[in-house]
């Protein structure tokens, strides 16, 4: 299965982003190990686009100390180094991706791009505006 990174055009039409996949885990028990080593396990209640992730009925082990229950508990995206999914998932479901279709004709119309803003005050005018006369 393909995983597109951030920025890099995707490879095959099956591609989808992680945090698009994560998203879709709702209420999926799964084990996430985080970079200074802690473990946390626990059900997923919701990932957002950040890939920060909430969780529910929690068991979390420190490094090197005793488990810890906890009802919730939220871990910011950036801390995660993987998460560990259960062998029951069903991936082949969770990679489809919903494809919108597109409509065209729809909208504004092409126009002529974005540009800098409409009808300014020219260019290189400096603080005064205008030519100055001496």
């Not at 946390?40 to 969780?55: A, E, Q």
């Not at 005793?66 to 950036?78: E, K, M, Q």
């Not at 998460?83 to 065209?104: C, G």
């Amino acid at each position: 299965f393909i995983f597109s990174e951030c920025g890099a055009p995707p490879r095959s039409r099956t591609a989808m982003k992680l945090v698009k996949f994560l998203m879709r885990l709702n209420n999926e028990t799964v084990t996430i190990e985080l970079k200074n080593g802690t473990v946390v396990h626990g059900t997923i209640s919701g990932v957002d686009m950040s890939m920060n992730t909430h969780l529910k009925t929690v068991k979390m082990t420190l490094k090197g100390k005793n488990p810890v229950h906890l009802d919730t508990l939220s871990i910011r995206g950036n801390n995660v180094r993987y998460f560990i999914l259960p062998d029951s998932l069903n991936l082949d479901a969770l990679l489809v991706e919903d494809v919108k279709p597109k409509t065209s004709g729809t909208g504004r119309g092409r126009g002529r791009g974005r540009g800098r803003g409409r009808r300014g005050r020219g260019r290189g005018r400096g603080r005064r505006g205008g030519r100055r006369r001496y």
